[in-house]
């Protein structure tokens, strides 16, 4: 079965209650500690979640879909969309 | 035409899950054996090798009558590492038991198989077994099941697939669970009802996809195989093709037939499209051919046997202690058992070597090749293996090499040190999610990276962790994996280890062997913590000539010696070195026993680098 390569898809980041946080658009998770998570972008560009007791639930690469739950302190984004980082998060 | 008279089964289950005993009921239910007749040999029973691997390794076929009904029941290998072995049985049935224990659940190693089934759009029957086992966890296990046909993306059909709750040991089965079956009748009319009878053009001209090979010295190799259409006659004259290899079309004589009754093999005379059927007398028939009718010579498409992937050479035992404890030790022997393998599995290469003495042996990935030293073992056979390596390939200019789909099912404390072994080893998550309390991550690795990965995954998931490889694909290379960051602890004297030898050695690192084992020079004794290897003497004695302080003598402890199956050597061995198979023990040593010439190709090679 061929892992198909799909167009980036929209990016997008949902956080409820600093306990959880949902995104799409990622293309892969590159490392997972408990205190920082970092991402891959499919439009380029990386992101960075960092927080306390971080557990990702659930990823998929086909459909870009990533989520995890714990202490969310901030999500910081490096490359890619620079504009969008700036406004969201300074 | 309809085939009602018949259905064509294919049973899926872990082993040990019941798949020997729910079969031998419905074969002494359905009238095949006497009520007091001992099954001699259980066809579905699975040998030694299975029953410790927890794999199911040689596809097995049965059939039972009932109704007038003839239903074929076809073992699926139950994992996935022989490659393309699981689709070309699938492909002979038109529907699927799924065996699951009912303490148990669904195993990862169903996983696959069940995937191939579905993709085939198979007709399902979910079988929860052993529901009178006093852990069973019905409900739970149900729903399970259930996550996992989702997880694989089943359809509304086989969403509603009928689930029925059976006891092998007592033959029972029943469509409530909480109701106890008297008999096995709602089985036998579940398969009656829901899977589909084939349709069938037994008019037309013969044509028999070989989905499996089988092999025996009187009549040679035989195909196993479904009449795709037509009818065949025992000593028919055909052609045989193959939908891959367009050139092929041999002509040939299919000198004996045989359709499976119960156990055995029964001669007839002809048999119709649907029958599943053996035949002998074709040389070199291979999985994949086709068998036509000489006015009609038509290849069915088939799923092409996947290539191997990982290498290793197989040589004769040159170490000091050879030709002990084996009693085939030559290379006339070697060869011979090798190539004599071929005949049965089709996912094997062996390749002659400049040196009469080795071969190149090719497989679906480590386990593939470790199974087939084990067997060889344990027919009295002794000879030296080389580290496993990867098998690359050149596509426009490019080094590409094997990449593996790697699944993991672990605790959710676990997934953290997973993440880390992936890093190092380039494996890149593809699929995360929770299964229940457990997380499920999907990996795709090259196989260079599952090298030795095995024993690290359980140390550092606490045992608690299930992992299950398959070939993807073909990926450009990815760069250095860090092999080992140990180095061997090495004899350089022969004789026999020595407490007082072994305890000085044991500052150095864990050592493998203990007090009165014979060793001899170059022979890997341990495992240091640093990279370098260590030259150690295990026979050093204590002279009893010199005078000591009282006390100095106390009794001196040994640690626990490190006890390494076949896989944990397998996966410790360094490029320098090889392993020493018998059928008594496996001995890891340097590929150049005597430390002077090892240091001496050591020093040239850093010179080259």
Do not use: W
Not at chain 2, 235 to 253: A, F, M, P, T
């Amino acid at each position: 079965m061929e892992e198909t390569k799909s167009e980036p898809r929209e990016e997008s980041v949902l956080i409820e209650q600093r306990k959880k946080i949902a995104m799409t658009g990622v293309s892969a998770v590159d490392a997972f500690a408990p205190r920082r998570i970092d991402l891959t972008l499919e439009g380029g560009g990386r992101a960075q979640i960092t927080g306390d007791g971080l557990k990702i639930v659930s990823f998929s690469k086909a459909s870009g879909n990533f989520s995890a739950v714990g202490k969310i302190e901030g999500v910081r984004f490096f490359g890619g969309h620079e504009k969008l980082a700036k406004r969201l998060f300074g | 035409m309809i085939r009602n008279d018949l259905r064509n089964v294919a049973i899926i289950a872990h082993v040990d899950h019941g798949k020997t005993t729910l079969v031998d009921q419905m074969l002494k239910q359905s009238g095949t054996f006497r009520e007091n007749q001992v099954v001699e040999e259980r066809v579905m029973d699975s040998n030694a090798l299975e029953r410790e691997r927890g794999i199911t390794i040689l596809a097995k076929n049965t059939s039972v009558h009932y109704h007038g009904v003839k239903i074929n029941i076809i073992d699926t290998p139950g994992h996935a590492d022989f490659g393309g072995e699981v689709e070309r049985v699938l492909k002979m049935v038109n529907g699927v038991l799924l065996l699951v224990d009912a303490a148990e659940g669904p195993m990862p190693q169903t996983r696959f198989v069940m995937q191939k089934a579905l993709e085939l759009n198979h007709k399902l029957i979910i079988v929860v077994n052993k529901v009178d086992r006093p852990d069973a966890r019905i409900a739970e296990v149900e729903d399970e099941i259930l996550e996992l046909l989702l997880d694989l993306n089943a359809n509304d059909d086989q969403l509603e697939s009928p689930i029925l709750f059976c006891s092998g040991r007592a033959g029972t089965a029943s469509r409530y669970a909480d109701k106890e079956g008297t008999d096995l009748t709602p089985l036998f009319d579940t398969i009656l009802n829901h899977i589909p009878p084939m349709e069938a053009d037994e008019k037309g001209p013969l044509q028999i996809l070989v989905s499996s090979i089988d092999y025996n010295d009187y009549v040679g190799r035989i195909g196993i195989g479904r009449i795709e259409r037509g009818t065949a006659v025992a000593n028919q004259d055909v052609v045989i093709c193959n939908h891959n290899i367009i050139d092929l079309k041999k002509r040939s004589k299919l000198v004996n037939l045989y359709q499976i009754e119960g156990l055995s093999r029964v001669p007839v005379e002809s048999a119709v499209a649907g029958d599943i059927v053996c035949f002998s007398g074709m040389e070199g028939i291979n999985i994949g051919d086709t068998v036509c009718a000489p006015d009609k010579v038509e290849a069915v498409p088939f799923v092409k046997i996947s290539e191997p992937t990982v290498e290793m050479t197989f040589s004769v035992n040159n170490s000091p202690f050879a030709g002990k404890e084996g009693k085939f030790v030559t290379s006339r022997h070697l060869r011979d058992r090798l190539y004599r393998e071929l005949l049965r599995d089709v996912s094997l290469k062996v390749e002659d070597t400049d040196s009469a003495e080795a071969f190149k042996v090719s497989g679906r990935g480590e386990m593939h090749l470790s199974i087939l030293i084990e067997t060889m073992r344990r027919e009295g056979y002794e000879f030296q293996v080389s580290t496993p390596r990867v098998l690359y390939k050149t596509i426009d200019g490019k080094l590409y090499e094997p990449v593996e789909r790697l699944i993991v099912d672990v605790p959710e404390d676990g997934t953290g040190a997973v993440f880390q072994s992936m890093g190092e080893r380039k494996g890149e998550l593809v699929h995360m999610s929770a299964v229940g309390s457990r997380m499920r991550l999907e990996f795709l690795i090259p196989a260079r990276g599952l090298f030795g990965y095995k024993s690290e995954f359980l140390t550092s998931t606490k045992g608690e962790g299930v992992m299950n490889s398959i070939f993807f694909e073909y990926q450009p290379y990815k760069g250095d994996i860090r092999r080992r960051d140990t180095g061997s602890l090495v004899a350089f004297e022969s004789g026999e280890a020595v407490t007082y030898g072994l305890f000085n050695a044991q500052e150095r690192g864990i050592l493998f062997i203990e007090p009165g084992t014979q060793v001899y020079e170059g022979m890997v004794v341990g495992v240091s913590p640093k990279t370098e290897d260590i030259n150690v003497n295990v026979c050093k004695k204590k002279h009893m000539t010199n005078t000591r302080a009282a006390g100095s003598d106390d009794a001196m402890r040994l640690n626990a010696p490190k006890k390494m199956s076949l896989e944990e050597c397998l996966e410790f061995l360094n490029d320098d070195e090889l392993l020493e198979v018998t059928p008594v023990s496996l001995r890891i040593r340097k590929s150049i026993l005597d430390s002077e010439l090892r240091a001496k190709a050591r020093a040239k090679e850093k010179k080259a680098q």
